[in-house]
């Protein structure tokens, strides 16, 4: 029967090397703390003692995150993108829609002037007004559907036309918006196509 070590013997003595190296370490020094005073030291109050102050910094944190995130976003910057806008495909679709001109960017102040048109009591100026309004309409809803077609032909060649995503709506509703108004900002001149 194998002999059992006994429980009082002393562990072996470290060598003098061991010791000096031990001590050059400064691995030890002080006495270990007890675990009630190394969990006293973690622990944090669930809430804290002023409250007040609290809110205002955790206001004030996420006051400067949203800031970050809609200057991001309006940069174009793909972590503050939401899903729609990510994805070269459609930094392809804005590049191109913000370098030409279309007609529905003029569509909101035509829609204005047609507002202020029916103020006026003369009813062949406001039948006017709005066949203007009408004629106009549908001529924005042909070029974007031909932006449509020019957009999927072009992202076809660039990515492949197994890849090309659906994106003619996209297009259409970025063509539609006033140009200081597109979120993300355009990030190209007029006339600079993406190659």
Excluded: C, H
């Excluded at 194998?2 to 006495?31: F, H, I, M, V, Y």
């Excluded at 070029?143 to 036309?161: E, P, Q, R, Y």
Aim: net charge positive; proline share 8%.
């Amino acid at each position: 029967m194998a002999k059992q070590p006994d429980s009082t013997e002393q562990p072996s003595a470290e060598s003098l090397d061991e010791t000096q190296a031990r001590l050059k370490n400064g691995t030890k020094g002080a006495p270990t703390p007890s675990r009630a005073a190394q969990e006293a030291a973690r622990k944090r109050p669930l809430v804290p003692n002023d409250r007040k102050e609290a809110a205002k910094q955790a206001r004030a944190k996420a006051a400067e995150s949203r800031e970050k995130a809609r200057v991001g976003m309006a940069m174009g910057d793909e972590r503050y993108l939401p899903m729609r806008d990510r994805g070269p495909q459609k930094k392809y679709v804005r590049d191109y829609v913000d370098a030409r001109f279309s007609i529905g960017e003029v569509l909101i102040p035509v829609m204005f002037a047609v507002i202020v048109l029916t103020f006026i009591p003369s009813p062949e100026v406001q039948y006017a007004g709005i066949l203007a309004l009408w004629a106009f309409f549908v001529i924005a809803v042909i070029d974007v559907v031909i932006l449509g077609f020019i957009l999927n032909k072009k992202l076809s060649a660039k990515f492949g036309a197994d890849k090309v995503e659906r994106v003619r709506w996209y297009a259409a509703m970025r063509a539609l918006q006033l140009r200081p108004l597109r979120l993300p900002k355009p990030q190209v001149k007029r006339g600079q196509y993406p190659s």
